[in-house]
């Protein structure tokens, strides 16, 4: 009986959390795009304008995330980064082992997908952190710099998994080396750590208007083009097996217990361990596919693609953050 109450209380603030959180300006941005895509409507973000929003949110995130950081010691750092390291590592190997042994998927179709769920959906991090924000709950800095280390051994252990072998020192290896590590998101990601870091409470005071101010307005934009964004590459995937879907909702959960687990080795608080929930529960739509194209050409991109744009994006914002923050607060609050 206990338990039953505990489990409907529990349900009521899910509830309560995501009523709140599909109401603010950035979810209902995000479905103003949905609903345009949906009805074909020509309203379209400029490629260029849509490029220049991400990265200001990169960077801004990233700065944020070093000022945030200047203050903390090195070894919850290097900790931070040993964790992160091992959730991209592992989580390609479950979504693998799932792909082949339930969804029935080719090696490579498989691998390349799983690249996609050991990685992070740097959109997803962002809207998460605004989220937080909204909630008043603050989180610790150096997950920024855990979102960098994750966006790379993913993509490393989805070309194990699915046997591709290069010639050492070939160039199509350096060629894919410079791909994953000097991807623009992951530089600007880094290097806004770092000057936040190095510039602390004073560079930020200089900047706080362009980092913070406009920081809202922006995401709201950026999160209208993902709208229709996702809808028109859904529709795109004609052949898309409808079962696929089903993985597409299942994977963020388990990369979130994945994300959970993380936080208590590191000892984050509320915020940190949501945040770390949530990169383990995202998949990769910008990086990744770049890499996987370069890398793996026989893999049909519109699966990996479409899961983690049109399924697992959507899933995350709108019903994955409350639920994720809901179990931080009840694992990690006390």
């Given amino acids: 009986m206990a338990a039953a109450m505990a489990l409907s209380a529990a349900m009521t603030e899910i509830l309560n959390i995501a009523a709140g959180n599909l109401l603010s300006p950035m979810i209902l941005a995000f479905a103003l795009g949905v609903a345009a895509a949906l009805l074909r409507s020509d309203l379209e973000i400029p490629e260029g304008a849509a490029k220049a929003l991400a990265i200001y949110l990169m960077f801004a995130i990233g700065f944020k995330g070093g000022v945030a950081m200047h203050s903390a010691s090195g070894l919850a750092l290097l900790w931070a980064v ?10 390609p190997l479950l979504a693998f082992g799932l792909l082949r042994g339930v969804w029935r998927q080719n090696r490579t179709d498989a691998a390349a997908i799983a690249a996609h769920y050991g990685s992070i959906s740097i959109v997803t991090f962002v809207t998460a ?9 603050a989180y610790e800095g150096y997950l920024v710099a855990m979102t960098a280390v994750m966006e790379t051994p993913a993509i490393l252990v989805g070309l194990l998994l699915a046997g591709r072998q290069m010639q050492p020192g070939s160039s199509e290896r350096g060629t894919l080396l410079r791909e994953v590590l000097v991807n623009g998101s992951v530089v600007l990601l880094v290097g806004g750590f770092a000057i936040g870091w190095i510039t602390g409470d004073a560079g930020l005071a200089k900047i706080r208007p362009f980092v913070s101010d406009l920081f809202n307005g922006a995401l709201c934009i950026f999160l209208l083009d993902m709208g229709l964004v996702a809808v028109r590459q859904g529709r795109t995937a004609r052949r898309f097996p409808r079962a696929l879907i089903l993985f597409g909702l299942v994977m963020p959960l388990l990369g979130a217990v994945f994300g959970f687990g993380g936080a208590a080795l590191l000892g984050l608080g509320t915020g940190g361990a949501m945040l770390l929930a949530v990169l383990a529960a995202s998949a990769s739509y910008i990086a990744v596919p770049a890499a996987m194209r370069l890398a793996l050409p026989a893999a049909n991109p519109s699966l990996s693609v479409t899961l983690a744009l049109a399924i697992t994006f959507p899933f995350n914002v709108a019903i994955g953050l409350p639920l994720y923050l809901v ?5 990690f609050g006390g």
């Fill in 327 to 331: 179990v931080a607060q009840r694992l």
């Fill in 82 to 91: 040993v964790v992160a390291f091992g959730l991209s590592a592992l989580l």
């Fill in 129 to 137: 952190t605004e989220f937080l924000r909204s909630q008043g709950i």
